[in-house]
């Protein structure tokens, strides 16, 4: 699930179709640690100087989150 995840993030198709939780697993996955405020959850990890900030649109992540976290990936070869 978590491949499927990770390809349906860099394939580009799917930003509007992406749901959070599936998103969250593939972090954590990835060795992402995570905290909350409000309704931003706010991932790291220690080898990578930037964050990631995710918010839930329902049972869905944001497209233009989405886009960003492609962008993200590509930019540290994740």
Known sequence: ?????????MSGRKNN??????LQRLLKIMGFSFRVKGDHFI???NDIPE??????????VKAYQVKQIRIFFEKYGI
């Open 1 to 9: 699930m978590a491949r499927d995840t990770y390809a349906d993030v």
């Open 17 to 22: 179709n992406i749901r959070f939780a599936d």
């Open 51 to 60: 964050i990631i900030n995710i918010q839930p649109a329902g049972s869905m």
């Open 43 to 45: 991932y790291w990890r």
